[in-house]
C-alpha cells in the first residue's frame, strides 16, 4: 500500500541527479571521442579514440601519474603512522582529552585553499618561521616549495597535518572496540607487548584502518586546492599532480574534447575505489 | 593502593605528552590568528616577531579593501540554502530506500558514492559545459543548485544510515493507525533525526563552504565566494598582501573551529560517509 | 509526538524558507539601474590595472558632463597568475560580466579567434579621435598590442599600458665614493654611475657590479624573476636569449627546433641560473611581488623587472629606498662580431572589449575618454605607462617619474612574443622545463631547451600552425 509512495519520494532526488550530473557525465564522455574547445568555439570534429590514444602514449601522463602516485604514497603512509601514533596516545586515560581532541581535529575541516596559502608564509624561505628556527638551531635554510625534490614533500607536509587526525579517529574508534578483559588477561600472562599487539588489538583496528587508508587514498588522489595555491605544480613538474594536469587542460590550454577524455579515464578509477570502498566496509558497522 | 599511584603517575605522562602535541598541532593556526594582528612590519619582521603589540587595522583594511561583505554573504547563503536544499530532497529518497523494496537502490548508493569520490577537477568539466548551455555561470540559482547536487551523496549515505537505525516497527504502529507514509515521515522518522539531519547540514555546509575550484571556475564577482577571494585577492600593487590574507583566513575559518567543538561526537560517523556508526 | 519535536520542525521549515527567499532577493535584485557600470576586469597587484580603476570617477564626470549619461566603473580583479583563467571562462561561458578586459598581448589570439572580442578596425576608422591616436602609437606597440594574426592589420585591442623590463640600482651606493674606491681596486674599472654609464653596459661588467654589492645576509646583488607562475621566468629567460642573440622561434615557419636550443641560449639560460648566487634565499620563487618586496625593502641593490611596478618602489609609504633607486637600460651583450646587442621582453597590456558585454556603447566611450591627452597625461602623474606618442616623446614626460627615462628608451629594443592561439600550452611547456632547470630537476640548460623545443613542436604541429 505505502509503497505506492516509492517514485514520488525518489524521482526528485533521482531526476535532479540525473539532469544535473549523470546527463553533462554522459555528455562529457560523447566529447571524449572529439576534438572541441568552449573557448574557440566551432563544431566539434570526430577523432574516434584518438584522444586517448594520444593521453595514453604521452610520457607526461604517466610522469604526473607517478607525481600523484607518489603524493598519495607519502602522504598516507605517514598519515597513517602519525594517526596511529596520537590514536594509542589519546585512548590513554588523562584530564583534559575534551578539550584537546577538538583542537587536534580543526585541521580537518579547515578549507585546503586557507591551509594552502598560509603555509606558503610559514614556509617562506626569508621571512618564514619554520626558517627562521632552522637557521637559528641548524644553520640551514631550507626552500621547501622552490627545490625539485623539496616541494613534494612539503604540499604532503600540509596534507598530513590536516588528515592525520582523521587517521587518529579511526584508530581510536578501532581501538575502543577492542575487549578490554583479552588485553588484561594477556597482561597477567606476562606476554610482551608486540604479541599483545600483533595479537588482540591489531585484529580488532585492522577493518576500520583498512577504511580509513582507503578513504584517505581517495581523496589524495583528489587534490588539488593546496597544489594550486601552494605550487601551481611547480617548481617544474614537481607538484603537477593529476587533477592539476586536468584542470589545465581543460580551463587554461581550452582543449575540452582532451580534458574530457582525461576525466572519463579518472572516473574509471573513481568508480574502481568506489567499489572497493564498498568492499571493504566493516560488516558488523 | 601503590599500584593507583603508579597509574596516577603514569596518567600524568600520557597527559603531558598530549598536551604537548596538541599546542604543537595547533602552532600553524595559533601563527596564523597571530600574523592577522600584526603590523605590516611586524608581518616581514626577520626574525619573526612572537611577541608584538596586537592591532585592529588588518581586519579595519580587510573589510574596507572591497569584496568583503559580498563574498562573505555568498558563502553563507550558498552553504545554508543548498544544503537545507540538498537534505530536503534526499530526506524522501533516504525514507524510499531505507524502507521500501527500491529495485536498483544498490545501484543509486553506488552511484551517488562514486559522485563523492571523483576529484572535482574532473566533475567541473560536465558542470561546466551544463552551466555555459543553461546560461548558468555567476549565477546564483545556478551555484545553490549546483552545491546542493554535491551535497546530496554525502546526505543520502548519512539519512539512509540513520533512518535504518530507526526501528521499523514504529512506523507499522503509525500505518496501523491509519497514518499516511507522510504523516509516518513527518511524525515518527523525523522527530528522531533531530540531532542527525543537524549532523548532516553542518558536514555540508562545511563542504559547500570550504569548496574552491567550482566556485573559481563559474562564479563571477557577485556570486564569488571566500576560498575564491583568498586566492586571488592575494596580491596588490604593495606585493602579496599578507594582512589581507591572514585576516580574511582568522575571519573564514573561525565559524569552522566553533563547528569542530559542536560536532565532536558525530565526526567520525560524518568523515567516514556514515559507514563507521559508533 | 511532542511538542518541542514539532517546534523544531517547523522551525526548519521555516529557515529553509527563508533562505530561499532570502537567495532569490540576492539573485534579482529590484534596483532599477539607470547609471550604467562598466566592469573592468584587471590584473591585481599590477600598478596600471589598478589606475584605470581608480581613475574610474574621473569618467564619470567626463560621462555625465560631455556624454550625458551617468557612468561607473568598477572593476575585478585576478592576479597574472589567474586572469587568462579568469577571462577566458568568462568568455568560453559567454558571460557578460566584464565589459573591458584588460588582457595580455599573447591572448588576442585566443580570444580573436574564438569571437570572443570586439574588432575595432571599424570603431577606430570611424572616429576621427581614435584613429589619430592610432597613428600616435608606436608602430611595434600596434603589432604587439593590437594586431592579430601578426602582419595583418586587423586590430582587436587598445594599448592600457606600455612596459618594458627596465633595471632598478641603488644610486645611493653607487655615488658612495668609498664604494667608487674599492670598487676600481678590485676589478682596476670605473664603477658606471649615470643613467649613461648603464645605457652602454654590457653583462660582463653588471655581473662585476652585482658580485660587488652582493653582501649577505644585509644585502644581495640582484634579484630577477624565476618564478613557474604565468610568464615571469620566461619574460625573463627570453630577455636574456634575445641580448645574447638568440631567439625562441622563427616567426615565419613557427620552427623552434634549432632556433629555441641552440648553443647561446643553453649559454644564456645557465647564466641566467648563475645569477641566483647573488640573490636572496628564495629567489629562485620570485615572481614581480617578490622581486618588488625585495628591492622595496632594501634586500637587494638591484632588480630587473617592469616600468611599470616604479610607483610601489619610489612609494615612502611602500618603500625603504623610495629616495636611493635609479632606473636605467638593463645591460646590453657584446655579441661575437662586436656588436652591442640589447633585446628585452614587452611588457604591457591592450584591453578588449567583451562581445558579450551589455555596455558596448559606453565601453568605446570609456577608451575614447582613455586617450584623451588629458587622461593620458593625468595616468603618467599618477605612475602609468601611456603608450600615446605625443606624450611619452616629450621630455616632460621622461623627467615626470624616475622610470619614464629607461621606458621610453627601451621601446625600440622590446620584443614581444607569440600571439597564437595555443600560447597558454606554449607558455606552460617553458615555465615546466626553465623551472625544472632552475630547481635542479632538470640537470642542464641544453637538455631544458631542447625539451621545449620537442613539446612546443608537437603542440605547433598539433593546431597545424607548423608544416
Not at chain 3, 616623446?393 to 629607461?406: Q, Y
Request: with cysteine; charged share 20%; hydrophobic share 50%.
Amino acid at each position: 500500500m505505502q509503497e505506492r509512495m516509492k517514485l514520488p519520494f525518489l524521482m526528485p532526488m533521482l531526476i535532479f541527479l540525473f539532469v544535473w550530473n549523470i546527463l553533462p557525465l554522459l555528455w562529457v564522455v560523447g566529447l571524449s571521442f572529439y576534438q572541441f574547445s568552449v573557448l574557440q568555439g566551432g563544431i566539434p570534429r570526430f577523432l574516434g579514440l584518438w584522444n586517448y590514444i594520444s593521453i595514453l602514449e604521452d610520457p607526461y601522463f604517466w610522469e604526473r601519474f607517478r607525481t600523484t602516485f607518489s603524493f598519495v604514497a607519502l602522504a598516507v603512509s605517514l598519515e597513517l603512522v602519525i594517526g596511529f601514533a596520537l590514536g594509542f596516545l589519546f585512548n590513554q586515560k588523562f584530564p583534559g582529552k575534551r578539550i584537546m581532541l577538538p583542537i587536534i581535529f580543526a585541521p580537518m575541516i579547515i578549507a585546503p585553499v586557507a591551509a594552502g596559502v598560509f603555509f606558503r608564509f610559514i614556509y617562506d624561505p626569508h621571512w618564514g618561521v619554520i626558517n627562521y628556527f632552522l637557521t637559528k638551531f641548524f644553520n640551514i635554510r631550507l626552500e621547501f616549495l622552490e627545490k625539485a625534490d623539496l616541494a613534494l614533500p612539503a604540499v604532503a607536509a600540509v596534507d598530513i597535518w590536516m588528515w592525520s587526525p582523521f587517521m587518529m579517529l579511526m584508530c581510536l574508534a578501532g581501538l575502543q572496540a577492542v575487549p578490554q578483559h583479552l588485553l588484561e588477561a594477556a597482561e597477567i600472562d606476562r606476554i610482551p607487548w608486540f604479541m599483545r599487539f600483533r595479537n588482540i588489538v591489531l585484529p580488532h583496528i585492522r577493518p576500520v584502518l583498512v577504511l580509513a587508508v582507503l578513504l584517505r587514498t581517495i581523496d589524495a588522489f583528489k587534490t588539488f586546492d593546496i597544489v594550486f595555491v601552494m605550487t601551481g605544480g611547480g617548481p617544474g613538474a614537481a607538484t603537477e599532480v593529476l587533477p592539476m594536469s586536468i584542470y589545465r587542460q581543460a580551463f587554461l590550454f581550452f582543449r575540452t574534447g582532451q580534458a574530457s577524455s582525461l576525466a572519463v579515464i579518472v572516473l574509471f578509477i573513481a568508480v574502481a575505489f568506489t567499489s572497493i570502498y564498498l568492499m571493504m566496509i566493516p560488516k558488523e558497522a | 593502593m601503590a599500584d593507583t599511584t603508579r597509574e596516577r603517575g603514569k596518567v600524568n605522562v600520557w597527559g603531558v605528552l598530549a598536551a604537548i602535541i596538541t599546542i604543537a598541532y595547533s602552532l600553524p593556526i595559533l601563527w596564523l590568528v597571530m600574523t592577522s594582528f600584526k603590523s605590516r612590519i611586524d608581518i616581514f619582521a626577520v626574525p619573526p616577531k612572537f611577541i608584538f603589540r596586537p592591532t585592529l587595522t588588518n581586519y579595519i583594511y580587510t573589510i574596507n579593501r572591497g569584496l568583503f561583505w559580498g563574498p562573505l554573504l555568498n558563502s553563507v547563503i550558498m552553504s545554508v540554502v543548498s544544503v537545507l536544499l540538498a537534505v530536503a530532497l534526499t530526506i524522501f529518497a533516504a525514507y524510499a530506500i531505507s524502507r521500501f523494496n527500491v529495485k536498483g537502490s544498490q545501484l543509486i548508493m553506488f552511484m551517488v558514492l562514486s559522485l563523492r569520490m571523483m576529484p572535482a577537477a574532473v566533475v567541473v568539466i560536465p558542470m561546466f559545459l551544463l552551466y555555459r548551455l543553461l546560461g548558468l555561470v555567476n549565477n546564483y540559482i545556478g551555484m545553490i543548485l549546483l552545491y546542493a547536487m554535491f551535497s546530496i551523496p554525502f546526505s543520502l549515505w548519512m539519512l539512509k544510515g540513520f533512518i535504518d537505525e530507526v526501528p521499523r516497527q514504529f512506523d507499522d504502529a503509525a500505518l496501523a493507525d491509519g497514518a499516511s507514509v507522510l504523516q509516518v515521515l513527518r511524525d515518527v522518522i523525523l522527530p528522531q533525526l533531530g540531532p542527525a539531519i543537524a549532523t548532516v547540514i553542518i558536514f555540508n555546509m562545511i563542504f559547500v563552504w570550504n569548496e574552491f575550484l567550482f566556485s573559481y571556475i563559474l562564479t563571477g564577482v557577485e556570486t564569488r565566494t571566500i576560498p575564491v577571494q583568498i586566492a586571488l585577492g592575494i596580491y596588490t600593487d604593495k606585493g602579496v598582501d599578507w594582512e589581507y590574507v591572514s585576516a580574511l583566513s582568522t575571519i573564514y575559518i573561525v565559524p569552522i573551529v566553533i563547528a569542530v567543538f559542536a560536532l565532536q561526537k558525530s565526526l567520525l560517523r560524518g568523515m567516514t560517509f556514515g559507514t563507521i556508526r559508533r | 509526538m511532542s511538542k518541542t519535536k514539532r517546534n523544531w520542525l517547523s522551525a526548519l521549515t521555516m529557515a529553509m524558507v527563508v533562505a530561499v527567499l532570502a537567495s532569490l532577493m540576492v539573485a534579482f535584485p529590484i534596483a532599477a539601474e539607470e547609471e550604467v557600470t562598466l566592469r573592468i576586469l584587471g590584473i591585481g597587484g599590477w600598478t596600471p590595472s589598478e589606475l584605470a580603476v581608480k581613475m574610474g570617477p574621473l569618467f564619470s564626470k567626463y560621462a555625465e558632463e560631455k556624454l550625458g549619461y551617468k557612468a561607473n566603473v568598477v572593476a575585478d580583479f585576478a592576479p597574472f597568475t589567474s586572469l587568462y583563467e579568469k577571462a577566458a571562462s568568462a568568455f568560453a561561458a559567454k558571460s557578460s560580466q566584464y565589459d573591458i578586459i584588460i588582457s595580455d598581448s599573447q591572448w588576442l589570439g585566443a580570444f580573436a579567434t574564438g569571437g570572443h572580442i570586439l574588432k575595432l578596425n571599424d570603431i577606430i576608422e570611424k572616429d576621427p579621435a581614435l584613429s589619430k591616436i592610432v597613428k600616435d602609437i608606436y608602430p611595434q606597440h600596434i603589432a604587439s598590442y593590437m594586431t592579430y594574426p601578426d602582419g595583418s592589420d586587423e586590430w582587436w585591442g587598445l594599448p592600457q599600458e606600455g612596459d618594458d623590463l627596465v633595471l632598478y640600482v641603488r644610486k645611493d651606493l653607487l655615488n658612495d665614493p668609498k664604494e667608487q674606491a674599492a670598487f676600481k681596486a678590485k676589478y682596476k674599472i670605473d664603477l658606471p654611475r649615470t643613467y649613461e654609464d648603464f645605457a652602454k653596459l654590457d653583462w660582463d661588467t653588471f655581473h662585476k657590479v652585482i658580485e660587488f654589492f652582493n653582501r649577505p645576509p644585509k644585502m644581495y646583488g640582484f634579484a630577477g624573476e624565476y618564478a613557474k607562475e604565468y610568464d615571469f621566468i620566461s619574460d625573463h629567460v627570453m630577455s636574456m636569449f634575445w641580448t645574447w642573440g638568440g631567439d625562441i622561434i622563427d616567426t615565419k615557419t613557427n620552427r623552434v627546433r634549432g632556433i629555441l636550443n641552440s648553443k647561446v641560449n643553453a649559454e644564456a639560460l645557465k647564466y641566467y641560473k648563475d645569477l641566483l648566487k647573488f640573490q636572496p634565499p628564495g629567489a629562485i620563487s620570485f615572481g614581480i611581488d617578490q622581486v618588488i618586496n625585495a628591492m622595496a625593502q632594501g634586500q637587494v641593490f638591484s632588480a630587473l623587472t617592469w616600468a611599470a611596478v616604479g610607483r610601489p618602489i619610489f612609494d615612502p609609504a611602500l618603500s625603504k629606498v623610495h629616495d636611493k633607486v635609479m632606473v636605467v637600460m638593463p645591460p646590453g651583450k657584446i655579441l661575437e662580431n662586436g656588436k652591442f646587442n640589447r633585446i628585452y621582453c614587452l611588457g604591457g597590456q591592450p584591453w578588449v572589449i567583451s562581445k558579450y558585454s551589455k555596455h558596448q556603447k559606453e565601453a568605446i566611450d570609456f577608451l575614447k575618454w582613455w586617450y584623451l591627452p588629458e587622461t593620458q597625461w593625468e595616468f603618467a602623474r599618477r605612475g602609468g605607462n601611456p603608450v600615446v606618442r605625443s606624450v611619452i616623446d616629450t621630455e616632460k614626460f621622461k623627467e615626470l617619474n624616475p622610470w619614464n627615462r629607461a621606458y621610453v628608451d627601451m621601446i625600440p629594443q622590446g620584443r614581444d612574443f607569440w600571439h597564437l592561439p595555443c600560447y597558454a600550452e606554449l607558455l606552460l611547456i617553458q615555465q615546466e622545463e626553465w623551472t625544472a632547470y632552475m630547481s635542479g630537476a632538470t640537470k642542464d640548460a641544453q637538455t631544458a631547451n631542447d625539451n621545449i623545443a620537442r613539446r612546443q613542436e608537437l603542440v605547433l604541429r598539433r593546431d597545424g600552425f607548423l608544416k
